[in-house]
């Protein structure tokens, strides 16, 4: 299959797995399409809205979509690491022998929902490091591989913020995107009223299997980027670092810390996979400025000034955008 | 660009560079543009200073010349300049919603892929963008855009025009007038006329001196003089200039030898007059000349002496205007007159003749006792040595002195004249003997050959080797001449006669040298009373100043008559003067004088004078009149009103009009001035008094009207 047919069927598959999702998911069509890019990039997204969006039920859509094990974990300040990751249990056999046996977490699925991550003490937050980054979980002496694909969903509940523990800046760093659900518009919610206030309930199908997936993640990570488009995106970055010489006037003004290079990593993976759902075998300007914010705003941390005027980093990587020139002077 | 993988990428590379084209064209308009506005802005500039006049039409065209350089300068730039084939790609990309597929599928065949795979996205990436080619259109790639500086261009264009059709005022039209800078009248015109008058009697002592230097800056101060009437100069600029003349003055300040010179041949012709027997005393009687001149070298005068010399040669061309016992009675007042003429200095003399008494009574003690103590031996050896001392130091002095040498150069002249004037009076007696007995003229010949030998050789002896080659030189001459003479008769000049012609000269140079000094002087005086004259002067009252100048011309208009004409009526105006004079000083006692005249004509005269004399402007300077209403007891004595004759004014105003400027009241004045001057010379009278003085003597000085 030339690469040509490769590009056509994996973007025809990727329109699938929207449209599956989009049956239970009424518009959203961003969060959805980031949340794809992440799966397809093999990388982690925190999601931020209140209760009540569907958070849940687009992790458990994607799951059905894509063939994957689901697991739901809700993060509370009570919670043990080893509640997610899973304990040792002394087991007495039929012959009457016992012997430990390791009993797995729920973090041993394909798709996890962090739900209301930050509610979780930092330690326990932490046992989420190697999984995430390492895609294997170390209890005592054993190491476990974790079934590909793996993916975290991380929600963020931005009300209720007593009693949370933000997630520190390394683990923020781990995501490969920050999403924000949006309250649905009026038409959109007359859509979720009557999918989901009558008896006509929507069954989703699996549209792809899992080796299909990693096929489609290999594909896509070998899209060529041109060294302009790198450029691009690099300028972009740099942009959001204060000290540097492309920083904008309010990256100087607001920002403490800029993206770091993983940042910049983010942005290039994403935007192939963007490429190749929009059926391209190269990346353009564009895709580049579709992941910059979502890749970067998690990545950007705000100083005291930018914290107390309440600046969004969004604005703030919008603003290096639209002064970054697409061609290098 | 470089393709470096041989892949097919030429319609891609083709339509970058036909955009590139476009680009360029574009970019030469916009440059050309901008660079336009400031050429038209250069030329409008230009224009201006072509019509005003400021530059001809060459330069003009050449800066024309130079506007039309920088719009193609402009274009040029503009198209030059680098256009990046990527970014001209990723145009087109963005003009065509292309997502970058021109601009990577260029920038891939830059690349060697890293893998097989790699190369096949190549390939693949390249084919997806070479299928996007037939669909880029440049126009909308490159949309034609109106260059960003066309407003100001036609904006200036438009002023060019318009400056073109204009005619502006050349520069070159007349300018206005310089402003007339009129400063304060800092001299009021009275005392402007007197210095002017001053100056103009500086000018007559020079009529015949030549010294262009002192001629010159009085020029300069009579033109300073002239800028203070017409009020073109300040106080400060007026004294600068005064100080500026003085200085010029003291730089070009001749030699005080003629005075010296003068000072010497007056005590010279002094010590002559004591020594003058009677027959000499009736000589100088008899001839004028010889008075004259020996009267003008008394007074210092050495310019009249060598007028009077030249006289008397004139008078000795012709034998028989004097006698030969006259001419040899005159050859020896003036051989007298040349042992008086010492040039060795005064003091010197009286000390050297004080040790030569001393040493000779010695010498005398020494013949008389033979013998001499101790003491008195070396008494006698001091004077001798103090005496040899003094004589060198004479003939030093005198060496040294300028005048004393000029002053030897006369003894010596005037010897030779006593000697000319002595072989003429010979001749004369021979010429006459001869005339007489019949005789003619071989043995005169030989006769005055001998006398010159004999002269020659005494005039070596006598005066050193130079004064003695000089005195052969002129013998010689006059030997010659004398043989022309013995030849020829009466018909050629006498040797005395030319010899005191010679005299004449010299005196006369020195005569010059004098007066120049003297003009000097006076006009350094003149400098320093012009600066009085500011000082004390009035200034800013233009109408008083006004009256007093009318009254001051009118006063020397009246003043100025002719000599004629006073001496006709000089006895009138004396008279006249002395009744005016009694009037203004005291008008009562002339009313008791001049009953006659009445009371209403005394009191006229009294008022009228003295509102001019007494109470003028001037004499303010003067202080005010004593107070003495507290002892006074007026009185008035009325006179009776005469019906005859005129009134006191009018005496005295029908006497100025007639002048009263006689001779003997020049007499008069010269008289009190020169008292005046020398006392002003000795005493230390402070400059403004010295001012007021001379003021005075200068209003009343005796004019003569030109």
Known sequence: MSIQEKLETYQRDCGRIREEVGKMIVGQRDVIDGVIVCILA?????????????????????????????SRIQFTPDLMPTDILGTTMLVESEDGKRHFTFEKGPIFANMILADEINRATPKTQSA???????KSVTIGKQTYQLEQPFFVLATQNPLEQEGTYPLPEAQLDRFLYKLFMKMPSLEEMHTIMDRTTSSDTPELERVITKEKLLEIRAFARAIPVAPHIQDYALRIMYGSHPEHELATGQTKQYVRFGASPRGAQTILLTSKIRALMDGRDNVSTEDIRK????????????????EAEGIQTEDIIESIIERTPEQKK | MENRNNVDIAPIQRLVDRLAVRIRVQRALQFATTAAVFAAMLVMLVLVLFKTGWIDFAVFLKFTGVAFAIVMGGAIMGAARRLDPIALAQQIDRSHGLHDRLSSALSFANQQPASDEEAAFFAAQRENALKSVHLVDLKKAAPFERPSDIAPLVFFLCMGGLLFMVKPVDHRQPLPPAPVITHQQILDSATLELERDRLEQIKEVLEDVDDPEVKEILN????????????????????EKLDELEKKLDKTQGDTSAEDLAEQ?????????????????????????????????????????????????????????????????????MEKFADKVNPDDPKLRELAKKHEDTVKKLLEK???????????????????????????KMQQSTAQKKSGRQLKQIQRQTEELSKKMKDQAKKNKDNMAREQGGEKGKDGKSGEKGEQKQQGEDGEKKDGQQQGKNGQQQDGKSGDDKKQDGKQGKGKKSEASKQASEAAKQLGAQGDKQRSNQAREEAKRQLDD?????????????????????????????????????NDKQGKGAKQGEESKSGNQDGEQSNQKDGKQGSESSKNTSESENDQAGQGEGDKQLGNESQMDSQRVDVKADGKQGKTGESKSEIIKGASEEGFASREYKDVYSDYEDVVEEVMEKEKVPKGYRYYIKRYFQLIKPREQE
Not at chain 1, 128 to 134: G, I, K, R, V
Not at chain 2, 220 to 239: A, G, R, T
Not at chain 2, 539 to 566: A, I, P, Y
């Open chain 2, 530 to 566: 012009m600066r009085e004259s500011l000082k004390r002067g009035n200034k800013g009252d233009s109408q008083k100043d006004s009256k007093r100048g009318d009254q001051m011309k009118d006063f020397m208009e009246r003043s100025g008559k002719k000599d004629s004409q006073n």
């Open chain 1, 291 to 306: 992941s910059a914010v979502p890749a970067l705003r998690h990545r950007v941390i705000l100083n005291f000034e930018g």
């Open chain 1, 42 to 70: 093999g990388g982690n997204v925190l999601l931020e809205g209140v209760p009540g969006l569907g958070k849940t039920m687009l992790v458990r859509s994607l799951a059905t979509a894509l063939g994957l094990d689901f």
């Open chain 2, 265 to 333: 041949l007056k005590e010279a012709v002094t010590d002559l007059k004591k020594d003058l027997d009677e027959e000499e005393k009736k000589l100088i009687e008899e001839e004028p000349e010889v008075k004259e001149m020996l009267e003008a070298l008394e007074s210092g005068d050495m310019k009249q002496a060598s007028k009077m010399l030249e006289r008397l040669a004139k008078k000795l061309e012709n034998p028989e205007n004097m006698t030969p016992e006259k001419l040899e009675k005159l050859a020896k007042l």
């Open chain 1, 128 to 134: 989420m490091l190697e999984a995430m980054q390492e």
């Open chain 2, 366 to 392: 020494l013949d008389k006792n033979k013998k001499l103590s101790d003491r008195d031996k070396k008494r006698l050896e001091r004077a001798q040595k103090d005496l040899k001392d003094a004589q060198q």
């Open chain 2, 220 to 239: 300069e101060m009579e033109e300073l003089l002239e800028k203070v009437e017409n009020q073109e100069i300040s106080e400060k600029e007026f004294l």
